[in-house]
């Protein structure tokens, strides 16, 4: 009887220990997806012998079934033996739930703390029920059950989760709806107030912070800070940051579902709109570019009535949402469009940046240097150009702020490390943004050029010939190509070989932070290494 006692807190602590581990693991994935069970879902069901069912399981399986079959002999030595042994491995935490270098680590904001409280508690009712029930069936059978509570507890990690999601909803629901109301009305007490509203596939960060920067010259603006682009993210700096000194608030709207625009331009119906690109990103949501686009184009109509509309002239997309605006139209262009009222010329590019011509619908024309580079950031200046015109100012007032524009981290930021150049494009790559700044990488000449990769996601049936495109690219540009992720990057690797580019040139790692242990006894002064794309950790593979 005493090895039966010692068994059944050992496997106590190993299971409950392995079941929270595996519970905040999924926890820290649902944040991840933005708490969107739909996505959280989409992202187990492609993984269902990865995470959702482990080995462990089929071991903790098997020993519930040893148990069974030597029930009539389970005070003897051997059975207890065998199973202290198998179910301490079961359970044991695997290096899946470890917590290793994350790049976003678990956050324990108030919706988490929540969701922790109601998960944790459904997962501790077949482990309490199993210790009830077991306790009214005898040691034998009453033992079994209760490692059969443990094994549950831990196997349906995933489905604690939902359904606590689930369980809170009503809750998170009115949370919610406070926030938005609270931001209407704090919003409706500043008719003053001029709202600018950024969308596209592509840029929307940029610009904003290029609008801002503008704007500032004669304005007093608030922007939201990074990518908040979300209802909540727009709530939360309205009713935190907005001051009654803001002359302007300058908004990014982004989407994933039909609907988002609606919902943000309900919170805050924009004065002006700037519509930047239509493109493959979302596409796993949206399903098609026609969708995007007519989702996006939904901020012109949302625009307050006679509201200005800039629209980049050079997308055929977003030039067919000027018939949606009641107000001006300004069209701004980097590829010479004769109907644009904002374009650029002679675009130069250097080790110091970029530097072109901007000539306005006054005909007016001033040469402007920028540390950007990249011709989609000329494009993204112009945008940030013709707000300024809209909101009155005048295109030489402006030059200065576009002088001053500094790097958005992890977009194409260039930055020295000793003796190597890094080129910073972690963020969020994209067919365009991610072919820009492989050129941009092939114009090195310093050193070695090195890419560090996971490829593209979120493009839906064209998912694998973007990348496979991507790989093409790389080898006419780069002399070593690190990709992240064997399966994810396969693709690129498909498109590296058949453009010639040798085998052992390639090189794929299980994650960013191996791919950077490897280049710390690699790299050589004089080396340039682009960081294209950085998944978030729940695209790692192991």
Not at 176 to 193: S, Y
Not at 195 to 207: N, P
Not at 208 to 215: R, S
């Amino acid at each position: 009887m005493v090895y039966l006692y010692i068994f059944a807190f050992i496997a106590t602590v190993f299971g409950t220990w392995r079941a929270w581990r595996r519970l905040r693991f999924f926890l820290h994935i649902f944040q991840l997806e933005g708490y969107k069970t739909d996505e959280f879902a989409r992202w187990l069901a492609n993984r269902p012998f990865d995470v959702v069912l482990r080995r462990s399981h089929v071991v903790g399986v098997l020993v519930l079934s040893l148990g069974y079959v030597a029930n009539q002999w389970l005070f003897t030595y051997w059975p207890v033996l065998l199973a202290l042994v198998l179910w301490p491995i079961a359970f044991a935490s695997s290096r899946r739930y470890r917590n290793e270098r994350q790049k976003k680590p678990l956050a324990l904001t108030p919706r988490m703390k929540r969701l922790i409280s109601a998960s944790a508690a459904l997962a501790l009712l077949p482990i309490l029920c199993g210790g009830v029930f077991g306790a009214t069936m005898g040691p034998k059978k009453g033992f079994l059950v209760w490692l059969g509570g443990l094994l549950l507890a831990d196997l349906l990690g995933p489905v604690w989760v939902i359904f606590a999601a689930f369980l809170i909803r009503p809750v998170e629901l009115s949370i919610q709806r406070g926030f938005k109301i609270k931001a209407r009305r704090r919003l409706a007490k500043r008719p003053d107030l001029k709202i600018v509203g950024i969308t596209g596939s592509y840029g929307k960060t940029s610009v904003k912070f290029i609008v801002a920067e503008i704007l500032r010259q004669r304005y007093n603006v608030l922007a939201t800070p990074g990518s908040y682009n979300t209802p909540m993210g727009v709530c939360l700096v309205i009713n935190r940051d907005l001051r009654r000194e803001h002359q302007g608030l300058i908004l990014e709207m982004g989407v994933r579902k039909r609907g988002d625009i609606r919902e943000l331009c309900e919170i805050a119906t924009p004065d002006l709109a700037v519509v930047t690109t239509i493109g493959m990103a979302h596409l796993a949501t949206m399903k098609s570019i026609e969708a995007i686009a007519e989702e996006k184009g939904k901020l012109v109509e949302f625009v307050k009535p006679g509201g200005d509309v800039i629209l980049n002239a050079d997308d055929p997309y977003v030039v067919e949402m000027a018939a949606r605006a009641t107000g001006r139209v300004w069209r701004v262009s980097t590829e010479g469009n004769p109907n644009a009222d904002i374009t650029a010329h002679d675009i130069r590019y250097g080790p110091g940046g970029t530097s072109f011509n901007v000539r306005d619908d006054r005909s007016h024309e001033v040469e402007i240097r920028t540390l950007l580079l990249g011709k989609h950031n000329v494009l993204n200046i112009l945008l940030g150009v013709a707000t300024g015109r809209a909101m009155g100012l005048r295109l030489r007032q402006m030059r200065p702020a576009l002088g001053r524009l500094q790097p958005i981290e992890h977009r194409l930021h260039i930055r020295r490390e000793g003796p190597v150049t890094i080129i910073d494009d972690a963020f969020n790559a994209n067919p365009v943004g991610a072919r820009n700044a492989v050129e941009i990488l092939g114009q090195f000449r310093s050193g070695r050029r090195i890419i560090v990769t996971p490829g593209m996601i979120e493009l839906g049936e064209r998912h694998r010939e973007e990348n496979r495109l991507l790989g093409k690219h790389i080898a006419a540009n780069a002399d070593l190509a690190l990709l992240v992720g064997a399966e994810q990057t396969r693709p690129i690797w498909e498109g590296l070989t058949a453009a010639g580019f040798p085998d052992s040139a390639i090189i794929v790692v299980p994650s960013l932070f191996a791919a950077q242990d490897f280049l710390r006894s690699y790299l050589q002064p004089g080396d340039v290494v682009l960081y294209e794309n950085d998944l978030p950790d729940q695209f790692n593979e192991f």
